[in-house]
T-cell receptor, first 115, second 112 residues
Framework: DTEVTQTPKHLVMGMTNKKSLKCEQH?????MYWYKQKAKKPPELMFV???????INESVPSRFSPECPNSSLLNLHLHALQPEDSALYLC??????????????FGDGTRLSIL | DQQVKQNSPSLSVQEGRISILNCDYT??????FLWYKKYPAEGPTFLIS?????DKNEDGRFTVFLNKSAKHLSLHIVPSQPGDSAVYFC???????????FGTGTSLTVIP
């Protein structure tokens, strides 16, 4: 059982819809991450939150908007997505983010399909 | 530019034999390395890690070897079991860095 919970597991949306992906962890981790993964490719980092503040934005288009309401929750708000945004979106957490030998723990992801 | 590479997209091994998965990296600043296992429809699961002060780390059937001079690491699974069939990703980071760099994955099939 994963300790990082992502909802929903699957999401189908049109290009004009607004939806949100949710991620929750109760391991006391202070760093949380969003990744995008396409088939047969490695996870690509999108955003990093450290102590509830956005610390890394890997030049992600503004149609993706992250939010960290508290240390346990991470949201990804979606608006006006394109078909090429269809992918598996993974959330991860770790004890800290800046330095140190700490693994990231992943959720099972949200499979997003844009029509 | 891919800083972490897994050159074998797939590997098939008989049950009970050794599985060896390989990973190469280019950035000499990397000093922390991890292996993740991923089943279909699930997120990657952390398997084992190694820091650059070591050249070997063992956890049960899983052993990771690090060759810093060759910028190469490998994961050995002995004995291999059908439940080990999954995609394996290696990842690397620098102690002072702020993100992991993932390889493209190797799909392992363990044949009963």
């Amino acid at each position: 059982d994963t300790e990082v919970t992502q909802t929903p597991k699957h999401l189908v949306m049109g290009m004009t819809n607004k939806k949100s992906l949710k991620c929750e962890q109760h391991m006391g981790h202070r760093a949380m991450y969003w990744y995008k993964q396409k088939a047969k490719k490695p996870p690509e980092l999108m955003f990093v939150y450290s102590y509830e503040k956005l610390s890394i934005n890997e030049s992600v288009p503004s149609r993706f908007s992250p939010e960290c309401p508290n240390s346990s929750l991470l949201n990804l708000h979606l608006h006006a997505l394109q078909p090429e945004d269809s992918a598996l979106y993974l959330c991860a957490s770790s004890r800290g983010v800046l330095g140190g030998y700490q693994p990231q723990h992943f959720g099972d992801g949200t499979r997003l399909s844009i029509l | 530019d891919q800083q972490v590479k897994q050159n074998s997209p797939s590997l098939s091994v008989q049950e009970g034999r050794i599985s060896i998965l390989n990973c190469d990296y280019t950035n000499s600043m990397f000093d922390y390395f991890l292996w993740y296992k991923k089943y279909p429809a699930e997120g990657p699961t952390f398997l084992i890690s190694i820091s650059s002060i070591k050249d070997k780390n063992e956890d049960g059937r899983f052993t990771v070897f690090l060759n810093k001079s060759a910028k190469h690491l490998s994961l050995h699974i002995v004995p291999s079991q059908p439940g080990d069939s999954a995609v394996y990703f290696c990842a690397a980071s620098a102690y002072t860095g702020n993100q992991f760099y993932f390889g493209t994955g190797t799909s392992l099939t363990v044949i009963p």
